[in-house]
Nanobody, 114 residues
Framework: QVQLVESGGGLVQYGESLRLSCATS????????MRWYRQAPGNERELVSL????????NYADSVKGRFTISRDNTKNTVYLQMNSLKPEDTAVYYC???????WGQGTQVTVSS
């Protein structure tokens, strides 16, 4: 049974940091490019960042470049998103996804107050 469980969200103030985790099970983690998405109320879900199976390549949305860092630990089947210098516009539900199929987590809320 495939499971992706996000954690680490919360309420923070402008300029603070959070670290999201996505713990997975039920599939061969290292074979999958992992992605973080976010969805704010009234907006479409957008891709925030991705990391290839062995972490050799990453990519970021322009809106988070230089502030967010994606990483993974294949020994723990977990992907992370370090979010620094948070802004109110980063407020959203953050989801992790394995590959481009239907393996999604349930999401974790991030709220940044000004």
């Amino acid at each position: 049974q495939v499971q992706l469980v996000e954690s680490g969200g919360g309420l923070v103030q402008y300029g603070e940091s959070l670290r999201l985790s996505c713990a997975t099970s039920g599939f061969t983690f290292s074979r999958y490019t992992m992605r973080w998405y976010r969805q704010a109320p009234g907006n479409e879900r957008e891709l925030v960042s991705l990391i290839t199976g062995f972490g050799d390549s990453t990519n970021y949305a322009d809106s988070v470049k230089g502030r967010f860092t994606i990483s993974r630990d294949n020994t723990k089947n977990t992907v992370y998103l370090q979010m620094n210098s948070l802004k109110p516009e980063d407020t959203a539900v953050y989801y992790c996804r394995a590959g481009l199929g239907s393996y999604w987590g349930q999401g974790t809320q991030v709220t940044v107050s000004s």
